[in-house]
């Protein structure tokens, strides 16, 4: 069989591989063809239907970041004798090896036929979990711009370009900000600058329950500038003003956060912290590692202490999750 069996032709989002002969052989594979940043293969097994299936090529690409494609596939007749067989539009398919599309095609064909596929659009899976983006022109132009527009947000709050309020923080430090931006993210802010209060009139505002350095990195994440471990440092102070000032955005982020890294240093600071900021995950995952898992009793000394200080209504909850547990046993 020539090596013309094999390939695939392509332009731009447009693949086709023409079939010459098929009842010669039971399965048949092309050579791999190029289609946006992944390398890819068609595949035909004749059973007693015809199996066509398309797939990336198996490399540290694929496996690392897997081709989210939409895309139209037919088997079109050389000879244009019968009408294309369509498969309904594949939209937004995550296709990691060769079963995560497969088409059935139970109509017997004969005769030279062409396998078409249309890609509509490829996308990858975004690191920071938000959605997908395409890699082609609308995708690209939307992600560098949005990247263009946070790195100059970034830039205004760590040069002070054209600063009109000042952030007074605990400790002698103060840094400047810009109203626009604070009302934008926040409608506590919203509301200072509206109204005829000190902090109108002053231009500044004072957050005397953080710290220079939380009160930098509060800032960095609503000018979308803030680093991985400035955010872990700082967690909590976050938590405060995001609560504070409602920013709903933030607070999430905190909360998925300090579910993550739940041990016995910590836990009931965090149990205290999701009960005052009613922040329900956290809690019932708190409440499973003390009781359910019975670390309770591995901080007996410091689990004293903390029911001499704490609300009322939390220690209800706790001994009724402890009541439950014993129930079960």
Same mark, same amino acid.
């Given at each position: ?38 390398? *890819?293969?068609?595949? $035909?097994?004749?059973? &007693?239907?015809?199996?066509?299936? =398309? ?5 540290? /690409? +694929? ?72 890699? *082609?022109?609308?995708? $690209?132009?939307?992600? &560098?711009?949005?990247?263009?527009? =946070? ?5 205004? /709050? +760590? ?76 967690? $909590?102070?976050?938590? &405060? ?89």
């Amino acid at each position: 069989m020539s090596d013309s069996a094999y390939r695939v032709e392509t332009t731009s989002r447009l693949a086709q591989w023409r079939i010459e002969n098929l009842a010669s052989c039971t399965y048949r594979k092309s050579d791999p063809f190029k289609i946006g940043k992944w390398n *890819w293969h068609l595949s $035909l097994e004749k059973n &007693r239907v015809l199996f066509v299936k =398309l797939y990336p090529e198996i490399s540290n /690409l +694929t496996r690392d970041n897997p081709p989210i494609a939409s895309f139209i596939i037919r088997v079109v007749s050389s000879a244009g004798e019968r009408k294309p067989l369509t498969h309904p539009e594949i939209k937004d398919k995550q296709l990691k090896n060769n079963d995560d599309f497969v088409w059935a095609i139970e109509v017997p064909l004969t005769g030279k036929f062409i396998i078409d596929v249309e890609f509509l659009d490829l996308k990858t899976a975004s690191p920071n979990g938000e959605e997908p983006c395409s890699i *082609w022109a609308g995708g $690209l132009t939307q992600k &560098r711009s949005n990247e263009t527009a =946070l790195e100059s947000l970034g830039r205004m /709050l +760590t040069e002070s370009i054209h600063t009109d309020i000042m952030i007074n923080a605990s400790s002698d430090g103060s840094i400047g900000a810009h109203r626009a931006i604070l009302a934008a993210r926040s409608p506590v802010f919203r509301s200072m600058f509206s109204h005829d209060l000190k902090e109108k009139e002053l231009s500044t505002i004072n957050i005397s329950d953080m710290s220079i350095e939380a009160c930098q990195a509060f800032l960095n994440y609503i000018y979308g500038n803030i680093k991985h471990e400035e955010f872990l440092i700082h967690r $909590l102070a976050l938590l &405060r003003a995001a609560d504070k000032y409602d920013i709903a955005d933030l607070k999430e982020a905190c909360h998925e956060s300090l579910l993550e890294d739940i041990d016995a240093n910590n836990v009931l600071e965090r149990l205290q912290n999701a009960s005052l900021y009613q922040l329900p995950k956290l809690k019932n995952s708190c409440m499973r590692y003390l009781v359910k898992f019975g670390k309770i009793f591995d901080i007996r000394d410091e689990f004293i202490a903390f029911l001499q200080c704490t609300d009322r209504d939390l220690i209800a909850e706790i001994f009724q999750e402890v009541l439950i547990a014993w129930k079960g046993f």
